[in-house]
């Protein structure tokens, strides 16, 4: 990897972290990682950083086996989850995990992940990971794996999310838009009985929020700069 590839990538983890503190996505606790390109290896923040406060320098490069090979302090507790979608799915060049309050509402009910707003048709009926423990071995995190297959997300059971893409920007912008479409969800519900989007509708709205480099590019813009104008960044 060439040192700007490396400054990059590090500094998009650092920025993608703070960004999704400041937007609740994650909390003291989940992680953004980012695969080295052409790689098994991939970078990930320390487990005891703060995310709120993350620096690229103290950024870990970690194989797909979880062994920490540059950089001071552990791995995250869960590092297995994201060692396990890189192993798997060579396709993925970023993993998020967090615990999303609204999103893993849906594990916790007898009830599939539906559309409410329109960016949302991407989550409809996302797989739902059952085991409810932290992700720490291989086994477990190839069981994780399996249960994502070939979708971008799937959710662990009253716990939280994992979110996978080829670029971290993605992986902020599915990550938001997952917990907006639950939230919003959640909210309407208390109002009258739920009118999730329609397959129909879902034909139509592919051609407007298919996924694509501007909406990826304005989203991440604009959070980079709420989050300079709130002392985040
Ligand atoms: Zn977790």
Known sequence: MTQDSDTKLRTQITEC?????????????????????????????????????????????VDVNGKVLEGKGPAPTETAIHSGVYR?????????????????????????????????????????????????????????????????????RGHGSVVTASSIPEVFLDSLEMEENARSAVHASTLGKLLPITSEEVELLKVSFARNTYRIAKTWEHYQEKARLAGML
Do not use: W
Request: proline share 9%; glycine share 8%.
């Open 17 to 61: 972290t703070r960004m999704m503190v400041m937007a609740e996505l994650l909390d003291y606790s989940g992680h953004v990682s980012a695969r080295i390109p052409g790689t098994d290896r991939f970078l990930i923040p320390p487990r005891d950083a703060s995310r709120a406060g993350l620096t690229a320098d103290e950024i870990l490069v």
């Open 88 to 156: 798997n799915r060579p396709d993925v060049l970023a993993v998020g995990h967090g615990h999303p309050p609204m999103s893993t509402l849906f594990t916790m009910v007898d009830r599939p992940m539906v559309a409410v707003r329109n960016y949302g048709f991407r989550f409809i009926g996302i797989p739902i990971h059952p085991d409810p423990t932290h992700i720490r071995t291989a086994a477990q995190a190839d069981a994780v794996a399996k249960t994502l297959g070939q979708c971008s997300c799937c959710l662990l």
